[in-house]
């Protein structure tokens, strides 16, 4: 069921959608309230009334007949006493006994959860601070079989437990209408437009991308890729690190996760794990899970490839490629197959060194770079927009060439090219025409012209 916070009182005429509404006593002032004329069911949660208070409160709203509530949201640090009094007292009223952590997700969730069951409760509620996405998993894994019970996360890395907790039989989730009551809250039109929050069943599989998910539009676009096609299936954004990468694959076998996308740092990460099968591909950008086993693809090359066609033939193209991460090796070998003939550059020379060997190619680093207009036909830069190397790269750009940018946005690179009447291809193009290559890993069963 979904709660929405009241921030004010004047976004209240935006509540028809929702099954609950949640008012605080330290957001919505008593004055207020007398002005409240409220159908909805109502969880009152107390954050700064002590005990004597709530009890006066709860006879004034009794007295006056404002509203009453269905819930009244208490810390579980409340004694039992108190909490015998209000049963006695307003016998209809249920009881949510609520723990908080706003700096992290405690190790062990299960020894604060039998704490608060020491309560006669009806429903026992607990959100956290994920410094992680771990954090997150670590709290859906948690709820996946408690009954009457809500788990929430916060902050950005809490986000997916928002999305996902119908799924996991969480009892309510809090979403906000007008600023976010508590951090990284997401909105009632965002749970329910994109995530089709009210639609979610036990069968829906989960599709998600890992790595440094912060400049990603992929929640957005392959969400509304699976409406169009019609699948149950939700897309995540998750934010990892190499170093949490092992606990996150134990983490996912009790999760119904069926793809991934990889992005930086884990393409080349993601070779390292010895039960992901992968052909002898030098980075990953696509996993796709087939009788419990994950088999890793590459469509970073075949999406600049696509790009590429549109506008040149590629065959004999001299092309220029700054980086030599995972994408870089992609995008090379791609073009090496369609015989272009390739030039590497990097700020390190071990990576490129190594990737000139198996091209059998040039490569010069940064420091000894020194290239001239008939040097390439097309530029290809595969390093983040923030990188100290764009400044240095954008005297390369040459009058009426083929500038490429991997990045998804209009980046420095790509606003000199166009300055000199470039043909520029941004990052969003190619990550359009990769992601319908991961579609087809993903639903080999739907239609290639659907995807």
Known sequence: MIVASLDKIENLKFLKKVDFIEIRDDLIELKDIEKLKIKKKVILTFKKRKKDKIFQFLKYLEKNKFFFPCFIDLDYKVDNFFLKKIKKNFPKLKIIISYHNMKKTPKYLDKIFYKMKKFDADIYKMCCFANSSLDSLRMLLFMKDKKNFCGLCMGEKGVITRILASQFKSVFNYCKIGEETASSQL????????????????NRKIYCLIGDTTFSPSHITHNKIFSFLNVNAVYLKIFLEKKEIWDFFKMIKHLPVEGMSITMPLKEEILKLPFISHKNLLSVNTLNKKEGRWKGYNT????????LEKRVEIKDKKVFILGAGGAAKAIAIALFKKKAKIILCNRSKERVEKLSKILKCQYFLLKEMDVKKEDYDILINTVPETHKQIPILKKYVFFKKIIVDINICDSLLLKEAKKKKCKVINGFEIFIYQAKEQFKIWFKDLHKERV
């Open 300 to 307: 970073d090359g075949e999406g600049v490839i696509c790009a």
């Open 187 to 202: 909105s009632l039109d965002i749970l329910k437009k994109r995530y089709k929050y009210d639609r979610f069943n036990k």
